[in-house]
């Protein structure tokens, strides 16, 4: 694993190029999903009634063998050499085209989407699992297959028959890719100000559409022989803002009504970005409508409806933005572990006395083991988070009774933003400690973590902001149907705490987890407050501090159920492997409640504070 | 600035480099060290009686001018071109060599150094200003110049007369450059396991040097003629570990009697390290002695003196190392702030009901506000503390009592491994902060934030990473002539809260002060006890975590200081724009201690909760 040799000699050598450093451990996936979630529940429903617990092992079986043999070894050329643009077309990295084509003819593109247009018809769930997979072992290749599933939901869902016969297989099956237009130089976070406009044409059942994008991923490639872009554009008439806008469908070519290709549309790309990281998903500048004819179709036939449907994909989107801080923080933790394990620097403080102590393995070092349980608490805290959030996606689908649907829809809405924002910005910071875990080795391209530390950068940034994502936690969803699903939440949480109190093996993860809950609530009434008092402002101000306070707590309480799970598997007699494994899920949670839920109450505290020195501050003095 | 046009116009035209991105505020240097530190009370020393305030204030604005025309337009081809190696020799970027002979032409490489030998006699905290200057410029090529003078001053300290008479004032004036050699693959953090070895000559006065060195900056590059190596190597005998260790002067070319070049030395670069950041500061492996005819001298006549002698260069580097923190979180800072303030992106919360409300420029939105005050509160409070340890050398080097010199020598020392690690680690992050407030556009290498980021991320690593700080502050500094240094600093901060409680303008800040001092008294007393009843591994667990304590504690007392002295020249008459000046520096004070000073009481919690769960860790379940 530890690629460059400590060596004896003097003469160093280096290994040209890096191994296969992809690591997951599919023993923690069961146990968050089959011991701690229960998805295997979904086999009593008619939706997912194909597939039982050895069905979803075997098939995340394959994907981490898929991820191990075919993707991960594209990743060093992907961030060394990356997509590469040259006059209008954009040629992805070493190895990406073959890797796509065997993707897409084992199913992984439409994995989690509908049997009925060739997807696989596998849970959210799962999709979230295929998804952290293949992100960890080649983010900009899993980014480049990604949003193809979400564009072919988007048809599925809201397009008409047609649209749906012609699109939906050719994207869940990977033969075409699709892509998500929204962003343009001056409509960012705001997309009221969009300006890409669709024009009808009289006679016709087609728009012209006419502007500029930028920042779209993938927005074109040499991966498939068409790519369908989903474009919001503005819509002519008196609306204004983002109720004027609808979502087109923009084909690269135009298909013939039997699916062959036809002219090339209108739409060019214009160049890609030089980027910090994941170089080999290309961020596209694209234009529309250089010539005056480029043709889109509106999706489905009522216009005005295109954030609505936009946010369909977004909300996906989002779930997947926040499993890429997932997967880059748990393949650098794996790395981390490997190296600590392996690096032999240092004696032990245990026999500092002891004249010719031995050098030990950094992974015997407090400070070293305590960057690890760092990581090693987030990454399955983040990752419980996660998955827990598309669970709620599939408990909302299959649930019989409309209530206990409704709450888990209302939830799920909930969550998004955590999901995206905590899961991004906390995977990011995971990333950089697995460098720390490396020394000076982790500035270093031979090994991955600098790699994905660079890679994990984006996800803070893109679908949405995390101050957007905080904003919309704050302003929207909390105040949902009066609270309800809010305050469902946190009595739930309250709930869990109240009894793992009386356990004596989960008491002060517990205690720990009811001050951080108590803390959130108080924050919680202090915010709703301040905004119904006219203090909005401020309390936006602090909406991302916020919102990391429900990450954390959320996390405390995912991870304060895994120990409660440990726990009874212990006592009902784990033996072999399993005995350590399920301790270090009881050290694990009781690590981040001592470590991670005290700054809950500090972060309230923050905030009760209300602080209003950003709002003085002359702009001048700034 | 902002050089991406918003623009109007369908298709983007994209400027084909990245202009002048080098920005700082000299009034904000010249009331640190003016107003807050009073540096030009150092004319009243003989050591430094030649110069003024206005003295300092006209070579800052020198260095500044030199910084923006000759330094920062390296800095882009420095990351995108790099240093590169090829058959032994390095290249350094484009425009390196000629702006290398500039700076060492005008003086800057021996700022800080010894007129007898060619410096121009500046105090050390002029000598970190210019680093912070030409660090925020183009890091890399500060990095090739940094060394060079610490290693005159090694020379300088511990020399024979010969040695500084044919090194000194070379490396002073950069005619020659220096270098720091220290670690091996196998002695990292561990010195104590170097394994080059040094063995005397019969009947000369040179050693046989032969060992594999690396991470080596600047090890070998185009910039000098001659590279002098302060190698770190084990002396043959009966001794072991660092106490086996001695420094040896070890020319890449051995010189004449007359300082000309002659012999080639058996000292070769094998290959240089692709990193994440600094590519423009060529990181070395080195061999010496393939061919058995490495000569080096040992450093003064005393042998076995290495570490000791080492420690002048490593603690002054590492006060260096903290300056990178502070000199690029800076220039982060200014360059979001300069996108904050052109960037128009979504409508002011306070016209959110307004049909047709325009949008506005994004330093008008709170969150980003929040995200420049956590910047500009980080960046001044660094500075502050960096600056102020600098003087404390200068304060020792000058003071006519021998206690008051003393005095600061020790809490010089205290300092030193805060500095370094707080410094470095916040650096980074605010960094990765001002990535944030450009949105998608931080990510791209449009913008420079994320090169600085990049380049921030050495700094946590390097001259004994940052847990090594932690562990000297815990382990040597603290307990340091009975604990004396340390309880003085607590009493001085208990002193200032003590005092500006008692003044409007300053109460609270006092008030979160306070708190945060005792929480740091409560933790430290933990700790020492910890440690004194045997456990010493949890006390060193979390002692990152302590160190970030004092650091916040530190830089919300200096901030503290700004809002006083700034509350003073209000009271005063402060007229022009001074007014606004003024009153941000007071709440800049505000804000650190509303939003970042709550934390160490949380992190004091965390502490007192003795977790061991690390330790309990089965390895096999991490």
């Known amino acids: 694993m530890v690629r460059r040799r400590h060596c004896e000699a003097r003469v160093f050598k280096y290994l040209p190029a890096m ?11 069961d146990f968050l999903l089959f011991e701690q979630l229960g998805i295997q529940t979904l086999a009593n429903s008619e939706k997912f009634g194909d597939f039982g617990q050895e069905d979803y092992s075997m098939i995340i079986g394959e994907a981490i063998r898929f991820a191990t043999e075919v993707i991960a070894p594209l990743n060093q050329d992907s961030d060394r050499i990356g997509a590469t643009f040259s006059d209008g077309e954009v040629t992805t990295p070493p190895g990406f085209i073959e890797a796509y084509a065997k993707a897409a003819e084992n199913g992984w593109i439409g994995a989690a989407h509908s049997p009925e247009f060739g997807g696989m018809g596998l849970p959210m769930v799962l999709g979230c699992v295929l998804n952290e997979i293949f992100l960890g072992a080649c983010t900009s290749f899993q980014l480049n297959m990604g949003l193809t599933s979400g564009v072919g939901h988007l048809i599925e869902s809201f397009g008409t028959d047609e649209q749906k016969a012609m699109y939906a297989e050719r994207l869940f099956t990977g033969q075409w890719a699709g892509t998500m237009v929204l962003t343009e130089p001056g409509a960012g976070s705001h997309l009221a100000d969009c300006r890409t406009t669709a024009t009808p044409v009289e006679g016709e059942d087609h728009f012209l559409i006419s502007g500029g994008k930028m920042f779209i991923s993938a927005g074109e490639h040499d991966l498939t022989d068409n790519i369908v872009h989903a474009v ?3 819509l002519p008439g008196e609306r204004t803002g983002t109720k004027a806008l609808g979502l087109f469908i923009v084909p690269k070519y135009l298909p013939n009504a039997d699916g062959s290709l036809g002219d090339r549309n209108d739409v060019v790309c214009a160049g890609i970005e030089h980027k910090m990281g994941i170089h080999g998903s290309p961020t596209c500048v ?3 409508g250089e010539n005056d004819s480029c043709k889109g179709w509106l999706l489905g036939t009522e216009p005005y409806k295109g954030m609505r449907q936009m946010f369909q994909m977004m909300n996906e989107a989002r779930i997947m933005t926040g499993m890429q801080g997932v997967a880059l923080s748990g393949v650098a933790y794996q790395n981390a572990l490997c190296f600590a394990r392996d690096r032999v620097q240092g004696i032990s403080i245990k026999s500092m006395r002891e004249p010719g102590a031995k050098s030990v393995p950094i992974i015997e070092h407090g400070d070293v083991r305590r960057m690890l349980m760092t990581q090693k608490s987030h990454v399955e805290g983040l990752r419980a988070l996660a998955y827990y959030a598309a669970f709620l996606a599939d408990t909302e689908a299959t ?3 409309p209530d206990a649907a409704a709450a888990a829809g209302a939830r799920l809405q909930l969550l998004t933003p955590v999901v995206k924002a905590f899961c991004s910005d906390k995977g990011f910071e995971m990333c950089s400690e697995a460098i720390q875990v490396h020394g000076g080795y982790g500035f270093c391209g031979e090994y991955p973590v600098e790699q994905y530390t660079r890679d994990a950068r984006i996800a803070p ?3 949405g902001t995390n101050y957007i994502q905080a ?4 302003g929207r969803k909390l105040p949902m149907a009066g609270g309800a699903p809010y305050r469902q939440l946190l009595e739930d949480i309250g709930a869990w705490v109240a009894n793992a109190a009386g356990n004596e093996a989960t008491a002060d993860i517990a205690a720990a987890l009811g001050k951080a809950h108590g803390a959130l609530g108080m924050a919680t009434m202090d915010l709703m407050q301040a ?7 401020f309390s936006l101000s602090v909406a991302t501090r916020y919102l990391h306070m429900v990450g954390e707590v959320l996390c405390g309480w995912l991870l304060g159920q895994q120990a409660e799970v440990a726990t009874a598997a212990l006592e009902a007699g784990a033996t072999g492997d399993d005995v350590d494994f399920y301790k270090g899920k009881v050290l694990t949670a009781k690590f981040f409640a001592r470590n991670v839920l005290p700054m809950v109450r500090a972060k309230a505290a923050v905030i009760k504070n209300h602080d209003t020195s950003i709002f003085e501050m002359p702009d001048a003095a700034l």
Chains 1, 2 share one sequence.
């Open 19 to 29: 191994p296969n450093t992809y690591f997951i451990s599919q023993r923690d996936l």
């Open 232 to 234: 919001l554009a503005k």
């Open 286 to 288: 694209l234009n529309f």
């Open 399 to 401: 649930a019989t009774d």
């Open 461 to 463: 940034l893109y679908e």
């Open 471 to 474: 904003a919309d936690l704050l």
């Open 531 to 537: 905004s119904a008092g006219g203090q909005l402002e």
